[in-house]
């Protein structure tokens, strides 16, 4: 009975924390919406029918949208009617910020000391290649998403006496465009580079369980020497952490919750440690715990998996971790957003030096949150050469 009451419990949090994600997503779009339309479209030269053909196309993406989260939680949809309903959240969100350029140049355009004549020539060039912009940077974007790069990068550990090829995706998003076909030949690239272990940095699942197995599946048939391993995102609570790490599980992946394992033959390999997502800490359950993870790890090479950047702010002395690998960022995904989710993260891509014991990787997302659409930065399978 309480375990049912606690399921029960833990279901409808999960529920309110998605209905208060999209209203806040909508409102956002809402308020987009109407600035693309006043600052944007109301001030281009062109006819009034060019402009009013305009605004019923800006209307008609905002409808269009919301339709998404429907789409993102129950994937009964086929592929084409989703992309359909996900682009117009990057459509929307990347002429928001062409807008708020237009209007900058706008401002300036109209304090020169043009005459009549070359002001009309000018806002005319200016309004075609503002939309001109606009067309050519969201089809850009949408077949960025569509290349998934593979990223190698080297990287030296304190007291590794052999070298070992780890291979880390991260931030999948299962659901919705990213289905069955899109993971098995994601498996396939991985398998190619012969990994040693390979490790998922969070946020694998984006949806219903029961929708998301058909795509997991294919990960069953990850080729690695040492092993797979799972440390779960933040998106994962949102869909029943349990249940999911327990499915995960099941396919020959090990799920590291607040743990350690050792990889390689004793003496010649290292420890890869793993903790719950720092979402845990608001969910109230599956928090994570470094000083239970790094357990008896004392003087060896140590790897942590954390699914996001600024966990290690969280750690007070990294002195016993050589090398923290994170998600959670997508790089950024649709640039400028990268500058709004550097005030979240320390960190948005690639590998640093966060002080002299420890390096961090930030993969930037083998998948996508949202729409099919990328820019100012790609998705990646990692592949990282220790030694």
Known sequence: MACDVYKRSRKEDNTLNIIIFFTIFILLFVLQTYIIKKWFIEKLYFSNTTKQYLTYLLYLLFVILLFYPLARYFPVIPNWLYGILSIPIGIIFITFCITILYKLSHLAFYKSNFNSDRRIFFKKSADISAISLAIATNSNAMLNAKNIEIETINIKIRNLKKSYKIVQISDAHIGGLIDKTFIESLVTKVNLLKPDIVVITGDLVDTKLEFAKPALDELKNLN????????????????????????????????????????????????????????????????????????????????????????????????????????????????????????????????????????????????????????????????????
């Open 224 to 387: 690695s020497k040492f092993g797979n391993y799972f440390i779960i995102g933040n998106h994962e609570y949102f869909h029943g952490v349990k249940p999911i790490i327990d499915y995960v599980n099941s396919l020959n992946i090990k799920t590291l919750e607040n743990e350690n394992v050792y990889i390689g033959e004793f003496n010649d390999g290292f420890y890869l440690c793993g903790v719950y997502d720092m979402f845990g800490l608001r969910y109230g359950s599956f928090l994570p715990d470094l000083e239970k993870s790094l357990k008896n790890t004392e003087d060896q090479p140590t790897i942590l998996l954390a699914h996001q950047p600024k966990y290690i702010n969280e750690i007070k002395d990294t002195k016993g971790i050589d090398l923290i690998l994170c998600g959670h960022t997508h790089g950024g995904q649709i640039i400028p957003f990268n500058l709004l989710v550097h005030l979240q993260q320390p960190y948005i891509k690639g590998l640093h030096q966060h002080n002299k014991h420890t390096k961090i990787y930030v993969n930037k997302g083998t998948g996508f949150w949202g729409p099919p659409m990328r820019l100012g930065t790609t998705s990646e399978i990692t592949l990282i050469n220790i030694s």
